[in-house]
């Protein structure tokens, strides 16, 4: 079993930042079930807030250099796709991030070094402790460098907020599953019909969701069965 210490060490590595104040990445990297069990542990709650400000900063300063032909508009929305938890769930991926997160054994054992709301918090987090210990020109070249091909994808349309394929993925973390999507009914006027559609599971009903059109509907009853199974995960 690796150490704290080792734990950090690696993280750095896999970052490519040598942190000056190692208590601050501690901190950032770990979770509130950790704490929990260890009275006087700091967790990363505080640094997700300030992270989350860092990060928009940042990434609200780079979309009004870089593309200045964008509206006011254009430039919200270009930046809400890029700061998503959908959008941080893919940095922490590609950080390897849920195998330096400091949790509780429950709490891995339920899933937690993939969850996603866990993974993008924490993202928040260790951008709080590159602006705390390196500074702002530090953190601008390190959000920059990690989000290069988020922002990318985003000016090109091309991020897509999917939550059937994170549906797919969390159902069958253990294995096949049948994932059905089932139009229940179509009501409103032919030129905007509202439809409701259910998700069944083996033959389950885990929910609903309704939209203007199957897809987005779809969508929705898929986001409202992943958030209510994070929900329950972190119970």
Known sequence: MSSIED????????????????NIIKIALTHSSFANERRGIKYNERLEYLGDAVLELIISEYLFNNFKDKSEGDLTKLRALIVCENSLFEIAEMWNLGN?????????ATGGRTRTSILADC??????????DKGIDVTRKFIIDNFKELIKKASRDEIVLDY???????????????????????????????????????????????????????????KKVVLDLEEKNEQ
């Not at 330096?100 to 891995?108: A, C, N, Q, V």
């Open 123 to 132: 993202v928040e987090a260790v951008i709080a402790a590159v602006y705390k």
């Open 164 to 222: 059937k394929t994170r549906l797919q993925e969390m159902l069958q973390r253990n294995g096949e599953v049948s994932i059905n999507y089932n139009i229940l009914n179509v009501e409103g006027p032919a030129h905007r019909p509202k439809f409701y559609v259910g998700i069944n599971v083996n033959d389950n009903c885990l929910g609903f969701g309704t939209g203007y059109s199957k897809k987005d509907a779809e969508q929705n009853a898929a």
């Open 7 to 22: 734990i950090i060490s690696k993280f750095e590595e896999e970052i490519n930042i040598k942190f000056n104040d190692k």
């Open 100 to 108: 330096y997160i400091i949790m509780s054994k429950g709490e891995e």
